[in-house]
């Protein structure tokens, strides 16, 4: 089999196994929907009494809290994708039959974790933001282009949840237990990718430092490329910001990874 046709395989099967967690999913779709309303509910509160807060109007800002919602899964803000699994293969030992395989680590986990994004993506993304969008008012575009910019986006974004999660992951090489690092990813990634609310609502000089950091890709700029804050040429060039992001954690993780298996040491065995 190709290598690219390996990575395809690896991502359906993904996708797949993900899949067949039908009452998962269904509880996940539930729990996702309950807290857009939370949320909803809060932001109509905050923007009844702070019109344009962040420079949204409530519209867009109940936009911001649904999108959210439909991404969380996906993005892996709070933990739930592969980077439990991969720190417990490398706790147990069992990585060393990962780094057996004659395919590359980091694009396996990545393909793995890409499969696991899109079913969420479908399963827990879509039908929250549906919901959301027949309660309450929503500042949806009608764009196609507009549209396809945000698939850019949230692809991106994906790319960049794989990226800081596989760092998370391969600190377990030197610390073995990752729950503690875990804890601190997931505070990180919901305070600075806007889950919690929008970074431009926190003070200028705070939301200004906030959107420069990668989290900033997983929900902020795909909220703010659907809202259209950006129009022209300008909605592409926002796009170079999670793209770089991107690539320089990607880098990162391969010479973490390089720089982790070079003594690998697998006890008891």
Do not use: K
């Not at 890409?114 to 993506?121: I, S």
């Not at 399963?123 to 027949?134: D, F, K, S, T, Y």
């Not at 875990?182 to 003070?203: D, K, Q």
């Amino acid at each position: 089999m190709r290598t690219s046709g390996l990575y395809r395989a690896v991502a359906g099967s993904s996708f797949r196994r993900y899949a067949t967690y039908r009452v998962a999913t269904a509880a996940g779709v539930f729990t996702n929907t309950i807290f857009g309303f939370f949320m909803s509910y809060t932001f109509i509160a905050l923007w009844d009494q702070r019109p344009d807060l962040g420079g949204y109007d409530q519209a867009q800002a109940l936009t911001f809290a649904w999108v959210g919602q439909g991404l969380l899964a996906a993005t892996a803000v709070i933990g739930g994708g592969f980077r439990e699994e991969l720190q417990e293969r490398i706790r147990t030992g069992e990585v060393s039959i990962d780094l057996y395989r004659p395919v590359d680590l980091q694009m396996w986990w990545l393909s793995a974790d890409l499969g696991r994004a899109v079913f969420h993506l479908l399963g827990r993304g879509v039908v929250p933001l549906a919901v959301g969008a027949l309660v309450f008012e929503l500042a949806l575009p009608t764009d196609p282009l507009r549209w396809l910019l945000f698939c850019c986006a949230v692809l991106l974004a994906l790319l960049v949840s794989f990226a800081i999660n596989f760092l998370v992951a391969l600190v377990a090489f030197w610390l073995l237990d990752g729950n503690g690092l875990n804890m601190v990813s997931n505070l990180l990634g919901m305070f600075c990718s806007g889950m919690v609310m929008p970074l431009t609502v926190f003070p200028e000089q705070l939301g200004t430092f906030l959107q420069w950091l990668p989290w900033a890709a997983l929900l902020q700029v795909p909220a703010d490329v659907l809202l259209g804050r950006y129009s022209g040429a300008g909605a592409f060039a926002v796009l170079l910001f999670p793209l770089v992001w991107a690539v320089v954690l990607l880098l990162l993780g391969r010479a973490v990874q390089a720089a982790a298996t070079r003594r690998v040491v697998v006890q008891g065995g």
